[in-house]
C-alpha cells in the first residue's frame, strides 16, 4: 500500500484528502505543522508528500525545498493561492504539480496515481544503468549524486530527472512534446516551454560554456540531444 503525506493545517481539508485517498488505497497520513511535516517527509519513507504552502512552523516552499535535498518522491502542491507566480515558484523549487483549492478529491488522487506511476516507471529506466558516465559528467543514479570534472553539483528533481533520461538515450533527438510527457506527463499543469527552461538551468550546472553546450545539443526546430562525443 502506498503511503501519502498529507502536510495541510486545515483539518477540513486534511480530512478530506485523507479519507478519500484511503477510499483509493492509499494509506495516508496527517501533519498540521510545517516543521512536523518536514521532519515526517525526510524520515518517514512516504510514497507522495501533499503539502499547502501556507503553514504554521514552516512554509511550503521550504518544506519543497528541503526535500529535494535528499529526495526525488513526487511533491504535489495543494494551495490557495491561485497566482501563476505562486505556481511558478513551487514548482521552481522542486514540485512535480499544483493544485488549486477548491479541488476535486478524486482529481488529487488520480494525479497522485499517475506521478506514482510515472515515477516508478522513471526509477526502473534508471536503475540499468548505475553509474553513466561521459567526458567529464558523472552520474550516480544509486546515490542520485552529479559529478563534473569530479565536482559534485546539485539539481532540482526534475532537472536530474531530465539529465538522466537524456544521457540514458545518448546520439537519440527527443521533441519538446517527447520529453515532457515523459517527465512531467499529462496530468502537469504546464506546457513544453518548462522543458527549456530546465534544460537551461541543467546546462548552466554542468556545462563548461552554457551558450555553447557540449552534452545537450539543441536541434533547432526539432528537439534536444544528448551527445556522448
Not at 477510499?23 to 519513507?45: C, M, P, R, W, Y
Not at 525545498?65 to 490557495?80: G, H, Q, Y
Not at 520529453?179 to 548552466?204: L, M, N, P, S
Amino acid at each position: 500500500m502506498k503511503r501519502i503525506l498529507i502536510i495541510e493545517d486545515d483539518l477540513d481539508i486534511a480530512e478530506l484528502e485523507r479519507d478519500y485517498l484511503q477510499l483509493n488505497g492509499f494509506k495516508a497520513e496527517i501533519v498540521q505543522d510545517g516543521l512536523q511535516g518536514l521532519k515526517k517527509a525526510v524520515t518517514g519513507s512516504y510514497d507522495v508528500v501533499v503539502v499547502d504552502l501556507m503553514l504554521p512552523g514552516k512554509d511550503g516552499y521550504e518544506i519543497i525545498k528541503e526535500i529535494r535535498k535528499t529526495l526525488e518522491i513526487p511533491v504535489i502542491v495543494v494551495s490557495a493561492k491561485n497566482e501563476d507566480i505562486d505556481k511558478i515558484r513551487g514548482l521552481n523549487f522542486g514540485a512535480d504539480d499544483y493544485l488549486t483549492k477548491p479541488f476535486s478529491p478524486a482529481e488529487l488522487a488520480a494525479r497522485i496515481k499517475a506521478h506514482i506511476k510515472r515515477y516508478e516507471r522513471l526509477r526502473g529506466h534508471m536503475a540499468a544503468y548505475e553509474v553513466i558516465q561521459y567526458k567529464g559528467l558523472e552520474i550516480n543514479t544509486a546515490s542520485h549524486k552529479i559529478l563534473v570534472n569530479e565536482k559534485e553539483v546539485q539539481l532540482t528533481a526534475k532537472e536530474y530527472d531530465l539529465l538522466v533520461f537524456l544521457a540514458s538515450n545518448p546520439n537519440i533527438v527527443f521533441s519538446k512534446d517527447h520529453i515532457f510527457d515523459t517527465i512531467w506527463g499529462d496530468e502537469y499543469c504546464g506546457d513544453t516551454a518548462t522543458v527549456a527552461v530546465h534544460i537551461q538551468k541543467i546546462r548552466k550546472k554542468i556545462e563548461k560554456d552554457p551558450s555553447n553546450p557540449e552534452y545537450i545539443e539543441t536541434l533547432w526546430g526539432t528537439g534536444y540531444r544528448f551527445n556522448p562525443a
